[in-house]
């Protein structure tokens, strides 16, 4: 549906890729991979019109719509529902269930349908800007990080939204498992070029690797055969016996297309500085309670206990205190109840969150060096270097990094002090594919403890050997691994709608039962109206294609007049096809207006 011939990107000197050519095919759903930094998110704006290409042509047929997650937050209603609402196409203005339905698969409540959506973080702001994009019905729809921002359960019924959506997809996202739950092929972007494929990341990744094994054979073994040729020559260029042939292979020599060898990318490669202890318990928690305001907590009675070698996963909705909990382990808040930590305990605390405390007039060496005055010069340029900062890049202001490069920084704070419990909060976030297999296996060989919190289903699944679930308006210990806690309990149906709080007597259960009819009726009727216009239009069409079949059955092939009309016949299949089509789309609209009623209906029965 979309086809994207020779482009081209550069920023100055520096070229993000060359000689890109793809197609994103109908109900396609295809995962953009590739290094923090290779242009990813630019080809997405390159798509959009909000950037130029250097080269090239992008194709894009007539009618076809292009949407995206805005990452930029800008609302112009007071109430979460009327500023979803104002994304609804022209003649679906009225369809308020299509917006409510979509905020309640992305984890919003029902009372928080008249909330004004400053009252939001902007986690949740983004997830409004979400909304807005589905509701526009894009052809295509491009999302960048959208995992970033959605909790496990708006994970799920995001993948099954996805899986059942009607138009293409294009997807960047780091979070591997979710992406290969969802797309039919993988892109990436690598050494400039793009390859697109059908199947799963870990096959592009094989093949990838197999492709840059089979180059570096063939350069080493093209290298020798050019260094014996260049021999030949340099030994009887001067012989008249052997000159004729020796200038032969010199010809070859300047004919062949010499390869290159493929540069070491850099990579996130370091291990977390583990204090040594005996401690057979690191921390215990006994009846923790906390909540900002009284009578509110988010968490009331939490035990539990984290050994040497323990990896503790906190899970559940955003909003609920799974990054206050890490903020009272860390003692960064106080609550009820008791923490008590043996002597030895040394903790690190990785938190998204504290990039506001970095100084941005400070160089990346000086904010990590800061953190432990006992380091030399030389140890925390080392940790800058397993940060990716290397040689002039660790004397970059933290002003002018990007968001990523600055999680990159508070990272290597944590790794200049040694510790024996690590707090995680979202370690993941921002990382490309690459780094995120290299925090997932240190966070494994770490001996010391680990509490993080993560939505990173594949992490989880490879870490947590017990789980912190904020579920139900509180916290509690699941001992087992993830894949365990999904077998015994689960999240339940993520498509499922939100329960009222109150349904209100039976007097104002028929009021509700008859305002659902009676918005069922109106959003049916025009599309009634529609249906029964286009079955005419498509009889009288049919009618029209059998009378001109008979015409030409009669006719000379190749005449004037069979030309004529064989064009009609062609202009005709191809209107009845259009009319087909618009009505499968007005029939689906018919049967979601009627299923969502059906379901409010079933809510009100008693």
């Known amino acids: 549906m979309i086809q994207v011939s020779n482009l081209k990107k550069s920023y100055g000197a520096r070229v993000l890729f060359e000689n890109v050519s793809f197609s994103i095919d109908r109900k396609e759903i295809v995962g953009l991979v590739g290094r923090n930094g290779c242009g990813k998110s630019t080809l997405f704006r390159i798509l959009l019109g909000q950037e130029l290409a250097d080269e090239g042509e992008i194709h894009i047929p007539k009618g076809y719509r292009i949407g995206a997650l805005d990452q930029h937050i800008k609302f112009s209603e007071n109430e979460v529902l009327k500023e979803c609402a104002t994304a609804l196409l022209p003649g679906q203005k009225e369809d308020l269930y299509k917006a409510e339905a979509l905020l309640f698969g992305l984890g919003f409540e029902a009372e928080d349908m008249e909330r004004n959506p400053s009252e939001f973080s902007g986690g949740y702001q983004l997830r409004m800007n979400l909304v807005k994009a589905l509701l526009q019905e894009p052809d295509l729809l491009l999302l960048d990080e959208p995992t970033n921002y959605l909790d ?12 059942s959506f009607s138009g293409e997809v294009m997807i960047i996202t780091h979070d591997r498992k979710f992406m290969d739950s969802v797309t039919s092929h993988t892109m990436g972007i690598h050494r400039r070029l793009l390859r697109k494929m059908k199947g799963s990341t870990e096959k592009y990744y094989e093949q990838l690797m197999l492709d ?14 050019i260094k014996e040729m260049q021999q030949f020559v340099d030994r009887f260029r001067a012989k008249n016996t052997k000159a004729k042939q020796a200038q032969s292979k010199l010809k070859q020599i300047q004919k062949m297309t010499v390869l290159t060898k493929l540069m070491q990318e850099a990579h996130l490669g370091f291990q977390f500085n583990f204090q040594d202890t005996p401690a057979k318990t690191l921390l215990t928690v006994n009846e923790l309670s906390f909540g900002f305001e009284p009578g509110k907590t988010l968490f009331h009675n939490l035990n539990f206990d984290v050994k040497p070698g323990d ?27 008791s923490m008590q930590a043996h002597p030895d305990l040394k903790m690190g605390y990785y938190q998204q969150t504290n990039k506001k405390k970095l100084d941005g007039t400070w160089t990346v060496e000086q904010e990590i060096g800061s953190v432990n005055p006992h380091l030399g010069t030389s140890q925390v340029r080392a940790i800058c270097g397993a940060m990716m900062f290397s040689g002039e890049d660790a004397e970059k202001k933290i002003g002018v990094l990007s968001g990523g490069e600055q999680g990159r920084v508070l990272l290597g704070k944590v790794i200049a002090e040694p510790c024996n419990l690590l707090l995680l909060d979202e370690p993941t976030n921002h990382l490309d594919m690459e780094s995120i297999q290299v925090m997932s296996e240190e966070i494994a060989e770490f001996p010391g403890g680990v ?11 490879k870490l947590a050997n017990k789980i912190i679930v904020f579920k139900d308006g509180n916290a509690r210990l699941f001992l087992g691994t993830y894949d365990e806690f999904l077998d015994k309990e689960g999240w339940g149906d993520p498509l499922q709608k939100k329960e009222k709080k109150s349904k209100g007597d039976r ?49 000379e092939i190749g005449s004037d007049e069979s030309k004529q009309i064989f064009q009609q016949i062609g202009s005709l299949q191809i209107k009845i096809a259009e009319h087909y089509q618009k009505l499968d789309e007005v029939i689906d609209k018919m049967d979601q207006i009627h299923n969502y009623a059906e379901n409010l209906l079933k809510e009100l029965e008693p």
């Open 152 to 163: 496990i359960l708006s994970l799920q019924w995001m993948r099954q939204f996805l899986k």
């Open 212 to 225: 840059e094994e089979i180059h570096e054979k063939t350069r080493i073994n093209q290298e020798k055969k």
């Open 311 to 337: 990896c503790v996963a906190v899970i559940g909705k955003n909003g609920f205190g799974k990054t206050t909990l890490l903020n009272v382990l860390s003692g960064q808040l106080n609550a009820k109840g």
């Open 451 to 461: 509490i993080f919190v993560s939505h990173d289903e594949d992490l989880l699944s």
């Open 507 to 555: 007097k104002e259960i028929k009021r509700q039962r008859a305002e659902i009819i009676q918005k069922r009726a109106k959003g049916l009727k025009p599309l009634k109206l529609e249906n029964e216009k286009l079955e005419k239009n498509i009889m009288e069409a049919e009618a029209r294609l059998d009378e001109l079949n008979a015409q030409v059955s009669g006719l």
